[in-house]
């Protein structure tokens, strides 16, 4: 799932330098990702299996190891999956871990933000605070030569983060606690802030304003082809997930109750389907358990290393030519 605001804005801002606003997928406040919902371009990949299995911040450090540190270092984390020592990884031993690599990186990241932000040191983040923090600068006179087109993007940006935080603050006293601030930061963690999630999701997406998602505007949000390009697979597939799994009522369209069944599912647990999914993919007995030898086998799924970075590298940089 993603950063609260868009990467240009979360640095602090030490200068008046000022980069261009984005409307990227990839930066969006979304719902955690399907398997289905991968991205394409990781579809040859292993990120999303790394940041499941290890977290954000530690599946870079992965990256930057040898094959043979990382997979040193991968077999030290199957100890401590197997938690009841029994040299079988199950898919509930794996579901739990993932899920306790989801908590810790959630605390530490919010913990980052916190120190930023929290200015009076008070535990505590006001939207003064913030705001004046991350949006102070455009009350100056640098903010005058910004390009015209550019101050309407850092505008929306700012209505768009004190809607959120008005909503994520529960008691109206416009100071978020670290719970407030969390689902502030993370609004797709918490029950009471699912309407904000879908109402952004539909305002980056719906190009034509009329409050729904169609098919091309799905796509659109994906995908932009180039000219000549082939329509990939990837792309016919989820023009008929669209047709026959998101667009419930047939009407061509998804509206706030489609597009929250969407992109957050009830009764479905993420970590349990990635689970699956790497047990699927590493079993080689097909007895729906793990060795650590099976897992070390398959290690470039679990973790990355210098060398299948370099490696992917070069696959999709074949692929483009």
Request: with cysteine.
């Amino acid at each position: 799932m993603k950063s609260l605001v868009l990467p240009c804005l979360l640095a602090v801002w030490a200068s008046v330098a000022f980069c261009k606003p984005t409307s990227e997928k990839k930066d969006r406040v979304h719902h955690s990702i399907d398997l289905g919902e991968r991205d394409p371009d990781d579809q040859k990949g292993f990120q999303f299996d790394h940041e499941a299995f290890l977290g954000k911040e530690t599946a870079k450090t992965f990256d930057q190891l040898t094959p043979e540190e990382s997979k040193e270092r991968l077999g030290k984390i199957v100890d401590k999956v197997d938690s009841d020592s029994d040299g079988l990884v199950t898919s509930s031993e794996l579901r739990d871990w993932m899920k306790r690599v989801r908590r810790r990186w959630l605390t530490e990241s919010v913990g980052r933000q916190m120190d930023i932000y929290d200015t009076n040191k008070d535990g505590r983040v006001g939207w003064e605070e913030y705001h004046q923090r991350l949006y102070g600068h455009l009350l100056g006179e640098a903010f005058d030569d910004v390009p015209e087109k550019d101050k309407e993007a850092y505008k929306k940006m700012y209505k768009r983060d004190e809607r959120r935080f008005k909503m994520a603050d529960r008691d109206g006293d416009l100071i978020a606690t670290r719970e407030e601030f969390t689902a502030f930061l993370h609004p797709e963690e918490f029950d009471y802030m699912k309407s904000i999630v879908i109402t952004e999701t539909i305002e980056d997406i719906d190009k034509d304003g009329d409050g729904m998602v169609d098919v091309k505007e799905y796509i659109s949000d994906m995908y932009t082809p180039e000219d000549g390009e082939p329509e990939p697979d990837w792309v016919r597939s989820e023009k008929e997930q669209f047709r026959d799994f998101r667009d419930a009522n047939k009407d061509g369209k998804l509206d706030r109750t489609e597009i929250e069944r969407w992109i957050l599912p009830a009764d479905y647990d993420h970590a349990e389907s990635e689970a699956k999914h790497l047990i699927h993919e590493s079993d080689k007995n097909q007895d729906d358990k793990l060795t650590k030898q099976e897992i070390l086998d398959n290690w470039n799924m679990f973790v990355g290393s210098q060398v299948t970075n370099y490696g992917e590298d070069l696959t999709r940089k074949h692929d483009e030519l």
